[in-house]
């Protein structure tokens, strides 16, 4: 069964960087899907912040993107994101996802979410 | 960006309740549509893709129908635990968007 699990620091300081690891188990990362970044700011929706694929392609969010960078460890099993410059807004519950893109384009795993709070 | 749009916002209902709730498109979306049930604390899961495909081991008591720009969940037997905030997502175009949510509460 496939497992993800968020780690990083769960307290950034303003104009920080914020870094979460996402550790994958169970499956391959080579497997052909995208691994992907969601986050919830407290008391609002979900928003998508990126994918990569194993080979290191990625899509970013336009509102993001200037921001931030998904990266992906092979040898480890394991995607990263930085999120550069944050500020209050950034405070979230971040979460790591799978997107099965065949035969159908959906999250099917995602990791049980990451508390990050931006604040000095 | 594909804007969508989930109402109402929140519903209350009683174990044994069928419940409905819908999910609007700001563009053509075809049937490029999933929903996902989101306790707190807890990962999402998905229940629907494809608007109407039932995920893997998700009850038969929901469902979901829609196409192009107007979508819905069914839920046909509130059951208590489907107490949750239910998202929508297009899988249509990137950036992949999600609906605000609706959470549905114990009257």
């Known amino acids: 069964q496939m497992q993800l699990q968020e780690s990083g620091p769960g307290l950034v300081k303003p104009s920080g960087t914020l870094s979460l690891t996402c550790a994958v188990s169970?499956?391959?990362?080579?497997?052909?899907?995208?691994w992907s970044w969601v986050r919830q700011p407290p008391g609002r929706g979900l928003e998508w912040i990126g994918e990569?694929?194993?080979?290191?392609?990625?899509n970013y969010n336009p509102s993001l993107k200037s921001r931030v960078t998904i990266s992906v460890d092979k040898s480890k099993t394991q995607f990263s994101l930085e999120l550069t410059s944050v500020t209050a807004a950034d405070t979230g519950v971040y979460y790591c996802a799978r997107l099965q893109v065949v035969p159908a384009i959906l999250f099917d795993y995602w990791g049980q979410g990451a508390l990050v709070t931006v604040s000095s | 960006d594909v804007q969508m749009t989930q109402s109402p916002p929140s519903l209350s209902a009683s174990l044994g309740d069928r419940v409905s709730f819908t999910c609007r498109a700001s563009q053509n979306i075809g049937g490029y549509l999933n929903w996902y049930q989101h306790k707190p604390g807890k990962a999402p899961k998905l229940l629907i893709y494809?608007?109407?495909r039932l995920y893997s081991g998700v009850p038969s008591r929901f469902s979901g129908s829609g196409s192009g720009t107007d979508f819905t969940l069914t839920i046909s037997s509130l059951q208590p635990e489907d107490f949750a905030t239910y998202y929508c997502q297009q899988s249509y175009t990137t950036p992949r968007t999600f609906g605000q949510g609706t959470k549905v509460e114990v009257k």
């Open positions: 169970g499956g391959s990362i080579s497997s052909g899907h995208w």
């Open positions: 990569i694929y194993h080979s290191g392609g990625t």
């Open positions: 494809a608007a109407s």
